[in-house]
């Protein structure tokens, strides 16, 4: 239980920094190319289509479709990807202490 | 923009990194990241749902895009379609004239009065020909893929035509199951018959085992000069513009021994074409043979021939046939050739 | 256009300023010291997470997370604050309406903001925005209701093309523009502005190729118009008779190039990065940078020059001229060698050592570092060095400045030396390849090996090979091209499904590799 509260209280400060630095932002930017890049959003845009179809275009809302495809939109999110996010936050840490 | 770039399954340069085993603070961060662009994308559909937008370009009419799925089958291409038959025309910018596509290119060259052809035409001949000589038997393709069939040709849209350049347009049927690289997918029953063997001038392979008189009888009937690419003989009247009396004089001298050149006397349709001996002898039938030796002499001969006519060299009639010459001839040409590079 | 009644009256009451102000200072920060306030503040006043998709009250600028303990939902039940403002995507989401709103003045506001935090972040390039279609654009979407779309497993974008007398070298070419994504991208959304005569200008023409292509039709297109104004634009080119893909293609680009500069947005600002100072749709796909290195062997003084390209030739192994052999085994069958052909199939061993430059490539891998590595250019090519002002002997190396968006790898498979021919050997290449290895700032060692590892700026993916089969004197050019994930065969007017192998096995003479990130520019 400690440790959890110590983890979490170090991703806070390492967030900080992250937002501080503006590097948050340049990593949202290139996760997002790079899932755009790999098929990842179109693959989930099309999840989205079948969840608009079954509730209905008028009566959707964002709430919905993040409950509907977040599962998927972790699972298919490449390794690749997310191991150069990771190095690049080590990466940007081991630079700003 | 990118959305057009493909995923790529390159190995990364980072994988020694475990990523089932993380639950660093770094690594939740990258969740977090992971998350936001979902939601991202969630809010992307929602706000095009509210603006009107979705509704109009996303919900895709599967009706509709289904007449656009791509045909995999043999024979067909993508579209589902059986290699065209059709000669597709075009008119020339330059000067307005409706043609065959096919042969819109050597037309163009001529009616912009441009290109270097005159010279590479003639590079080229001579390099052709001393790689038939070289005994490369591969390269029928080369006849077959690049020339395309021009079915309607009528004497009459021809005659106006510049006859000095006229021999080296003659076209070869294109994929009628001759020699050559058949197209991948597409198997030869699909073509067989469907070009008209009329107008389909004789090989020397199909030539060469007629007896005397049927041979004198098929020249008295046609021009039978023998063209450049289809290595086959013109069946055309012996007033054929495309060539000149005094190549069908030397077909003559090599078929026959003598080069008299009859009158077609009689010969003529009420409507003044030639009457076609292909009525008579089927083409098609002679083309796989194994007559390349004498094939090839033939092809040597008629560009010998055609050199004479449309680029002036000074070729004598002499050289006919003359090996040596004719590679001493390609390599002085060789030089000057530098394309395709 | 907003629905909310709730989100009107807050904008009545001089909502947009606030929306303006928490925007600026939590959602996208113009300043350091907005970051920096950001970085500290933003965190659910309830439980504390800076995670959970926190939310701002629009009223009272309350902060409470969304999801998980959801407080800002409590906080907008207890108050009747009705409004609050994501602070992640900078949506308002009415507690009232249940929904999130879209507000098309709190949008323009927002990406005004967004655009300028971008800049201030010292980030080279501008941040994306993504297209959408204004009023105007919606309505004439919705009355023309049938539509195509590029998508998987549909042959749109695909077409065949009539040879017209021997043009399968301009045909393979046409293939492999048209499906060159950032150039249809801008041929398709009509960004030629034509200033002359439309039935003149070649890049109307091409736009016209493009619109043909992607509009599915299944009948050959007839591209006798587009070869009428090249020929007529590029008079070298002009002539019938057997041409080359690789000549036609730099041909094209020089042409296309020269008319479409006036294009080219944002003049003044993108010409420095650019090796051929043109801004051109053209240059901006198509042109890299080609640094070549002089470097002196008296006084070790490296004298620089850099230079554009379109393309990259590349040596296919140096024939051995004194029995006039191709070094590699690999499909002899239609090289015109007058001398009689090698035992079949056989591979012929590596040169003998005694020739200094005689080598075999393996793979694109191993020609690329062959046309990077320090070349000496030998005592007879003594060139003048700047510093020791002596003619010395030095050495030579290219490597790549600028990578392309778009590169053309060109096999010279057309040898000109003593005896003409064709080369016919297969070289492996790639679907993916790295071009980091090759990069100017990695072969002169100053580049930090562990940071361009990293970045994926150079990494490319294969979209077109363009193939010729015959042999130098005659010949036939197909393609292959990629679409949506996968590949086709271009044969003229035939056009057939392939597999990823049927492009990897083929010969290759011209390889289009595209990169795999792009950034916005």
Same mark, same amino acid.
């Given at each position: 239980?400690?440790?959890?509260?110590?983890?979490?209280?170090?991703?806070?400060?390492?967030?900080?920094?992250?937002?501080?630095?503006?590097?948050?932002?340049?990593?949202?930017?290139?996760?997002?190319?790079?899932?755009?890049?790999?098929?990842?959003?179109?693959?989930?845009?099309?999840?989205?289509?079948?969840?608009?179809?079954?509730?209905?275009?008028?009566?959707?809302?964002?709430?919905?479709?993040?409950?509907?495809?977040?599962?998927?939109?972790?699972?298919?999110?490449?390794?690749?990807?997310?191991?150069?996010?990771?190095?690049?936050?080590?990466?940007?840490?081991?630079?700003?202490? | 923009?990118?959305?057009?770039?493909?995923?790529?399954?390159?190995?990364?340069?980072?994988?020694?990194?475990?990523?089932?085993?993380?639950?660093?603070?770094?690594?939740?961060?990258?969740?977090?990241?992971?998350?936001?662009?979902?939601?991202?994308?969630?809010?992307?559909?929602?706000?095009?749902?509210?603006?009107?937008?979705?509704?109009?370009?996303?919900?895709?009419?599967?009706?509709?895009?289904?007449?656009?799925?791509?045909?995999?089958?043999?024979?067909?291409?993508?579209?589902?379609?059986?290699?065209?038959?059709?000669?597709?025309?075009?008119?020339?910018?330059?000067?307005?004239?409706?043609?065959?596509?096919?042969?819109?290119?050597?037309?163009?060259?001529?009616?912009?009065?441009?290109?270097?052809?005159?010279?590479?035409?003639?590079?080229?001949?001579?390099?052709?020909?001393?790689?038939?000589?070289?005994?490369?038997?591969?390269?029928?393709?080369?006849?077959?893929?690049?020339?395309?069939?021009?079915?309607?040709?009528?004497?009459?849209?021809?005659?106006?035509?510049?006859?000095?350049?006229?021999?080296?347009?003659?076209?070869?049927?294109?994929?009628?199951?001759?020699?050559?690289?058949?197209?991948?997918?597409?198997?030869? @029953?699909?073509?067989? %018959?469907?070009?008209? *063997?009329? =107008?389909?001038? /004789?090989?020397?392979?199909?030539? +060469?085992?007629?007896? &005397?008189?049927?041979?004198?009888?098929?020249?008295?009937?046609?021009?039978?000069?023998?063209?450049?690419?289809?290595?086959?003989?013109?069946?055309?009247?012996?007033?054929?513009?495309?060539?000149?009396?005094?190549?069908?004089?030397?077909?003559?001298?090599?078929?026959?021994?003598?080069?008299?050149?009859?009158?077609?006397?009689?010969?003529?349709?009420?409507?003044?074409?030639?009457?076609?001996?292909?009525?008579?002898?089927?083409?098609? @039938?002679?083309?796989? %043979?194994?007559?390349? *030796?004498? =094939?090839?002499? /033939?092809?040597?001969?008629?560009? +010998?021939?055609?050199? &004479?006519?449309?680029?002036?060299?000074?070729?004598?009639?002499?050289?006919?046939?003359?090996?040596?010459?004719?590679?001493?001839?390609?390599?002085?040409?060789?030089?000057?050739?530098?394309?395709?590079? | 256009?907003?629905?909310?009644?709730?989100?009107?009256?807050?904008?009545?009451?001089?909502?947009?300023?606030?929306?303006?102000?928490?925007?600026?200072?939590?959602?996208?920060?113009?300043?350091?010291?907005?970051?920096?306030?950001?970085?500290?503040?933003?965190?659910?006043?309830?439980?504390?997470?800076?995670?959970?998709?926190?939310?701002?009250?629009?009223?009272?600028?309350?902060?409470?997370?969304?999801?998980?303990?959801?407080?800002?939902?409590?906080?907008?039940?207890?108050?009747?604050?009705?409004?609050?403002?994501?602070?992640?995507?900078?949506?308002?989401?009415?507690?009232?309406?249940?929904?999130?709103?879209?507000?098309?003045?709190?949008?323009?506001?927002?990406?005004?903001?967004?655009?300028?935090?971008?800049?201030?972040?010292?980030?080279?390039?501008?941040?994306?925005?993504?297209?959408?279609?204004?009023?105007?654009?919606?309505?004439?979407?919705?009355?023309?209701?049938?539509?195509?779309?590029?998508?998987?497993?549909?042959?749109?974008?695909?077409?065949?093309?009539?040879?017209?007398?021997?043009?399968?070298?301009?045909?393979?070419?046409?293939?492999?523009?048209?499906?060159?994504?950032?150039?249809?991208?801008?041929?398709?959304?009509?960004?030629?502005?034509?200033?002359?005569?439309?039935?003149?200008?070649?890049?109307?023409?091409?736009?016209?190729?493009?619109?043909?292509?992607?509009?599915?039709?299944?009948?050959?297109?007839?591209?006798?118009?587009?070869?009428?104004?090249?020929?007529?634009?590029?008079?070298?080119?002009?002539?019938?008779?057997?041409?080359?893909?690789?000549?036609?293609?730099?041909?094209?680009?020089?042409?296309?190039?020269?008319?479409?500069?006036?294009?080219?947005?944002?003049?003044?600002?993108?010409?420095?990065?650019?090796?051929?100072?043109?801004?051109?749709?053209?240059?901006?796909?198509?042109?890299?940078?080609?640094?070549?290195?002089?470097?002196?062997?008296?006084?070790?003084?490296?004298?620089?020059?850099?230079?554009?390209?379109?393309?990259?030739?590349?040596?296919?192994?140096?024939?051995?001229?004194?029995?006039?052999?191709?070094?590699?085994?690999?499909?002899?069958?239609?090289?015109?060698?007058?001398?009689?052909?090698?035992?079949?199939?056989?591979?012929?061993?590596?040169?003998?050592?005694?020739?200094?430059?005689?080598?075999?490539?393996?793979?694109?891998?191993?020609?690329?570092?062959?046309?990077?590595?320090?070349?000496?250019?030998?005592?007879?090519?003594?060139?003048?060095?700047?510093?020791?002002?002596?003619?010395?002997?030095?050495?030579?190396?290219?490597?790549?400045?600028?990578?392309?968006?778009?590169?053309?790898?060109?096999?010279?498979?057309?040898?000109?030396?003593?005896?003409?021919?064709?080369?016919?050997?297969?070289?492996?290449?790639?679907?993916?390849?790295?071009?980091?290895?090759?990069?100017?700032?990695?072969?002169?060692?100053?580049?930090?090996?562990?940071?361009?590892?990293?970045?994926?700026?150079?990494?490319?993916?294969?979209?077109?090979?363009?193939?010729?089969?015959?042999?130098?004197?005659?010949?036939?050019?197909?393609?292959?091209?990629?679409?949506?994930?996968?590949?086709?065969?271009?044969?003229?007017?035939?056009?057939?499904?392939?597999?990823?192998?049927?492009?990897?096995?083929?010969?290759?003479?011209?390889?289009?590799?595209?990169?795999?990130?792009?950034?916005?520019?």
């Amino acid at each position: 239980m400690v440790e959890r509260i110590k983890d979490s209280q170090l991703s806070a400060s390492i967030n900080q920094k992250l937002v501080e630095s503006g590097e948050r932002e340049r990593l949202k930017e290139l996760l997002r190319s790079r899932l755009i890049e790999c098929g990842w959003r179109d693959k989930l845009r099309s999840h989205c289509k079948e969840v608009i179809k079954q509730k209905g275009l008028e009566n959707v809302t964002v709430d919905d479709l993040v409950a509907e495809i977040t599962p998927t939109g972790r699972a298919l999110v490449p390794d690749e990807v997310k191991r150069d996010m990771l190095l690049r936050i080590r990466t940007f840490l081991a630079a700003n202490t | 923009m990118s959305s057009v770039l493909d995923n790529g399954s390159s190995p990364s340069e980072v994988d020694s990194l475990d990523l089932d085993e993380d639950s660093s603070p770094e690594f939740s961060i990258v969740s977090e990241l992971i998350d936001e662009a979902i939601v991202s994308v969630c809010f992307d559909i929602h706000r095009s749902i509210k603006r009107g937008v979705y509704s109009v370009l996303e919900q895709s009419d599967e009706k509709i895009m289904k007449q656009f799925e791509v045909v995999e089958c043999d024979g067909l291409d993508v579209f589902g379609q059986v290699p065209l038959k059709k000669q597709v025309e075009c008119i020339c910018p330059s000067c307005q004239r409706n043609m065959a596509a096919n042969r819109f290119a050597p037309h163009l060259e001529k009616c912009l009065g441009m290109g270097r052809n005159s010279s590479r035409l003639a590079s080229r001949r001579l390099a052709t020909t001393g790689k038939l000589i070289d005994g490369d038997d591969d390269d029928d393709n080369y006849f077959d893929d690049d020339w395309t069939w021009n079915s309607d040709r009528k004497p009459g849209k021809k005659n106006k035509r510049d006859r000095g350049n006229s021999p080296r347009r003659a076209k070869a049927p294109r994929k009628n199951g001759e020699a050559g690289t058949p197209r991948p997918g597409t198997p030869s @029953s699909v073509h067989s %018959g469907e070009l008209p *063997a009329t =107008r389909t001038g /004789l090989t020397m392979t199909a030539f +060469e085992p007629l007896g &005397n008189e049927e041979k004198k009888a098929l020249l008295s009937q046609t021009c039978g000069v023998i063209s450049e690419h289809t290595a086959r003989m013109c069946t055309r009247s012996h007033r054929c513009p495309q060539h000149s009396d005094e190549q069908r004089q030397s077909v003559r001298l090599l078929l026959l021994g003598y080069a008299e050149v009859e009158p077609p006397v009689g010969r003529l349709r009420p409507d003044g074409s030639s009457l076609e001996p292909d009525d008579v002898i089927d083409v098609d @039938s002679y083309e796989d %043979g194994d007559g390349q *030796a004498l =094939r090839d002499t /033939l092809n040597r001969l008629s560009w +010998e021939e055609e050199s &004479n006519v449309s680029t002036g060299d000074d070729n004598s009639p002499a050289a006919f046939g003359s090996v040596p010459l004719v590679k001493k001839k390609r390599k002085k040409k060789a030089k000057h050739k530098r394309r395709p590079r | 256009m907003c629905s909310c009644p709730h989100l009107k009256d807050f904008k009545k009451a001089d909502g947009l300023k606030v929306f303006r102000k928490v925007h600026a200072h939590f959602v996208c920060c113009g300043s350091r010291e907005a970051r920096k306030r950001k970085a500290s503040l933003c965190y659910c006043h309830e439980c504390g997470t800076y995670s959970g998709r926190l939310h701002s009250c629009l009223f009272c600028v309350y902060f409470g997370c969304y999801t998980g303990n959801r407080h800002i939902h409590h906080h907008a039940q207890s108050t009747g604050h009705s409004l609050a403002l994501d602070l992640t995507h900078g949506v308002v989401y009415c507690f009232v309406c249940r929904d999130h709103v879209y507000d098309l003045d709190l949008e323009k506001i927002g990406v005004e903001q967004a655009v300028r935090a971008w800049k201030t972040l010292g980030n080279g390039h501008i941040k994306y925005i993504p297209w959408e279609p204004s009023k105007a654009e919606l309505q004439l979407l919705k009355e023309n209701k049938k539509r195509i779309k590029l998508e998987k497993n549909s042959f749109i974008g695909l077409r065949g093309l009539t040879n017209l007398g021997n043009t399968c070298f301009m045909n393979c070419i046409v293939q492999a523009l048209t499906h060159t994504p950032l150039l249809r991208d801008y041929f398709l959304s009509d960004q030629h502005v034509c200033a002359g005569d439309k039935e003149q200008c070649i890049v109307c023409e091409v736009a016209s190729v493009f619109q043909e292509f992607y509009s599915g039709q299944k009948a050959p297109h007839t591209p006798f118009k587009l070869l009428h104004l090249v020929w007529t634009h590029a008079r070298h080119l002009a002539g019938y008779e057997q041409q080359d893909a690789h000549e036609f293609f730099i041909a094209a680009l020089d042409v296309l190039h020269q008319y479409c500069k006036d294009d080219a947005p944002n003049k003044d600002v993108l010409v420095p990065n650019n090796p051929n100072r043109c801004n051109c749709i053209i240059d901006r796909i198509f042109t890299g940078g080609l640094q070549s290195d002089v470097i002196c062997q008296a006084c070790k003084c490296v004298s620089t020059t850099i230079d554009p390209f379109w393309d990259i030739s590349l040596d296919l192994g140096n024939i051995d001229h004194s029995n006039g052999r191709s070094s590699s085994g690999a499909s002899a069958a239609s090289t015109p060698d007058p001398t009689p052909p090698e035992e079949n199939g056989q591979p012929v061993p590596e040169i003998s050592s005694h020739h200094e430059e005689s080598f075999v490539p393996k793979s694109l891998v191993e020609c690329l570092r062959r046309f990077t590595r320090p070349e000496r250019l030998g005592s007879e090519a003594k060139i003048k060095c700047s510093q020791c002002q002596t003619y010395q002997e030095s050495t030579k190396q290219l490597t790549m400045k600028k990578l392309p968006i778009v590169v053309c790898f060109h096999f010279k498979r057309f040898e000109h030396s003593k005896k003409s021919k064709k080369i016919s050997t297969y070289i492996p290449f790639p679907q993916q390849l790295d071009m980091a290895p090759f990069m100017a700032s990695r072969l002169n060692g100053n580049g930090d090996h562990s940071q361009s590892s990293l970045c994926c700026d150079s990494n490319y993916t294969l979209f077109a090979v363009v193939n010729h089969s015959g042999t130098l004197e005659v010949g036939h050019y197909t393609s292959f091209i990629r679409q949506q994930q996968e590949w086709f065969k271009c044969d003229d007017a035939w056009i057939t499904k392939a597999t990823l192998d049927d492009v990897l096995q083929s010969e290759g003479y011209l390889l289009f590799y595209h990169k795999k990130v792009l950034e916005y520019e």
